[in-house]
């Protein structure tokens, strides 16, 4: 499978805000009937699973144009990791330290956290290309060094 073009990073946070936008309402359009089958948690996480793995593809093919891996597909939870965590610490500054109200703080820090979840994912899917020694090796058919003499031929 080809790469696909790439993007510029303004448009790609773009088509990130629209995929999460996207994944939240399949989050929610999955929840809502497992609710109806299952204990709540247990609905939330199958929600939860379901559209983390929808997000992955989203991600992969729309925001960053770049092949799915089962790398990529195992880090990228690594990605909500970074955003509950600075949600979590933007909404306790919000309110304990700028008294902003419970009600729209987490709105708030949902959007200073955007940025933050935007580069995770961007690192995690769409990697900087290698450079160095191990990238500048040559590859197979390439001969390292001169080619080897012919017997009967001076050195």
């Given amino acids: 499978m080809?790469?696909?073009?790439?993007l510029r990073?303004?448009?790609?946070?773009?088509r990130f805000a629209a995929v999460g936008g996207v994944n939240t309402v399949t989050f929610y359009a999955c929840y809502l009937p497992?609710?109806?089958?299952l204990p709540y948690f247990?609905?939330?996480?199958a929600a939860f699973a379901a559209s983390l793995a929808g997000a992955f593809f989203l991600h992969t093919?729309?925001?960053y144009r770049t092949r799915p891996t089962w790398t990529k597909f195992l880090l990228f939870p690594l990605?909500?990791?970074?955003n509950y965590?600075?949600?979590s610490a933007g909404l306790v500054a919000l309110v304990g330290w700028c008294g902003l109200d419970t009600a729209v703080a987490p709105l708030v820090a949902a959007l200073c956290a955007l940025p933050f979840t935007y580069l995770v994912s961007r690192r995690i899917l769409r990697p900087p290309a290698r450079t160095g020694p191990a990238a500048a090796r040559p590859g197979p058919s390439a001969q390292a060094g001169p080619p080897p003499a012919r017997s009967g031929e001076a050195a």
């Fill in 2 to 6: 080809r790469e696909l073009p790439t």
């Fill in 79 to 82: 990605t909500q990791v970074t």
């Fill in 61 to 63: 093919y729309v925001t």
């Fill in 9 to 14: 990073p303004g448009s790609q946070i773009v």
């Fill in 42 to 45: 247990a609905a939330y996480t």
């Fill in 85 to 87: 965590s600075v949600q």
């Fill in 34 to 37: 497992l609710h109806r089958l």
